[in-house]
C-alpha cells in the first residue's frame, strides 16, 4: 500500500454518493486492522464499530437519520456506526497491562464518558483515514437520533453512538465543490 497525502487529504472528498460497487468483507478488515493502530489514551481504544451493509440494516438506520442524512444511508454500500464502549476501562488490564489504569475511571462516570467521546472520535478519524488509505470514499454525520440508533444498534450493549460513516467507492457526479478551511493563522497560534 502506498499513499499519498493528496489520496488521504488534499485530493479526498467528503462523498455524497456513491457507485454500486460492494466492499467486501476483506476490505472492511484490512480497514479495521488499520485503524485499530491510531493512537489512544492509554491505549484505551474505546470505538466499537458496526458496519451496517444489508438493506434491511441501513433502512433501519435510515429512519433513525436526519432527513437529509437518509438517503446517504440508504445507498452507500456500507454505513459504520461508530460508537463509545462506556466500559472500555474493563479492557484495560489487557489493553495497558503496565499499570492499573483501570482504577484510573471505576465510579467515575464523567471522565469515562469525557475519554470515550474522545478516544472513540479519535478513532472514527483512524476509520477515515484508513478508509481513504484503502481507496475508500467516506462520509460522516452526525445529524440523527442517537437514541434510536443505540437502541437499533448496541441495545443491550455499554455502547452509546458517537457518529456514522457511509463508505464505498464515491460517484464523483455526487461531490460537492471544495468548501474552504481556515488559513493557518486564523486556526493557529504559536506559544
Not at 53 to 74: D, T
Not at 163 to 174: E, M, R, Y
Amino acid at each position: 500500500m502506498n499513499t499519498s497525502t493528496e489520496q488521504l487529504f488534499t485530493e479526498a472528498r467528503t462523498q455524497n454518493g456513491y457507485l454500486a460497487t460492494a466492499v467486501p468483507d476483506e476490505q472492511l478488515r484490512a480497514l479495521y486492522d488499520l485503524l485499530k493502530w491510531g493512537p489512544t489514551s492509554a491505549n484505551s481504544s474505546p470505538a466499537r464499530f458496526v458496519f451496517v451493509r444489508s438493506i434491511e440494516g441501513r433502512e433501519r438506520l435510515a429512519a433513525c437519520m436526519a432527513p437529509g442524512n437518509q438517503a446517504k444511508v440508504r445507498q452507500a454500500p456500507v454505513a459504520v456506526v461508530i460508537g463509545m464502549d462506556m466500559q472500555f476501562h474493563e479492557q484495560l488490564p489487557r489493553l495497558f497491562p503496565h499499570t492499573d489504569a483501570r482504577a484510573w475511571f471505576v465510579g467515575k462516570p464523567a471522565m469515562i464518558e469525557a475519554t470515550a467521546l474522545r478516544n472513540s472520535s479519535l478513532q472514527g478519524g483512524y476509520l477515515i483515514m484508513a478508509a481513504r488509505a484503502l481507496g475508500l470514499g467516506c462520509g460522516p454525520m452526525s445529524g440523527f437520533d442517537a437514541a434510536a440508533v443505540d437502541a437499533a444498534f448496541w441495545a443491550g450493549t455499554s455502547v452509546r453512538s458517537n457518529f456514522v460513516c457511509t463508505l464505498g467507492q464515491g460517484d464523483p457526479t455526487q461531490v460537492h465543490a471544495r468548501n474552504p478551511r481556515l488559513a493557518f493563522d486564523e486556526a493557529c497560534r504559536l506559544a
